[in-house]
């Protein structure tokens, strides 16, 4: 599916990005995620969680922004990253150099 996707919208993190709430909604239900372009390299994605953030997830999410850099072959980086563990939101704001 990744593959696939890459394929029709391009190689950029930004294509992985935006569609991340489709590849989580079956297997992480019910976290939702949403992409905010900032420009062509950059953006920012919130996680929501339904209830507290478990210690740990942060962690998880910032591997998972890590291997879509490696998917696309774009050096990237998390700019900022803010914790609202009582609301259980996650933002990462990320930038990545053109490929």
């Known amino acids: 599916q990744v593959q696939a996707l890459l394929a029709a919208g391009g190689s950029g993190p930004q294509t992985l990005f935006s569609q991340l709430d489709q590849f989580i909604a079956t297997a992480v239900r019910p976290v939702k995620a949403k992409w905010t372009s900032l420009g062509e390299q950059k953006g920012t994605l919130q996680i929501e969680y339904p209830r507290p953030i478990r210690t740990g997830i942060p962690v998880l999410w910032r591997g998972a922004i890590r291997y879509v850099f490696e998917l696309t072959r774009a050096p990237g980086r998390i700019e900022r990253e803010q ?6 939101k996650l933002l990462f704001e990320v930038s990545w150099a053109q490929v």
Do not use: K, R, V
């Not at 914790?83 to 259980?88: A, F, Q």
């Open 83 to 88: 914790h609202d563990e009582t609301g259980g």
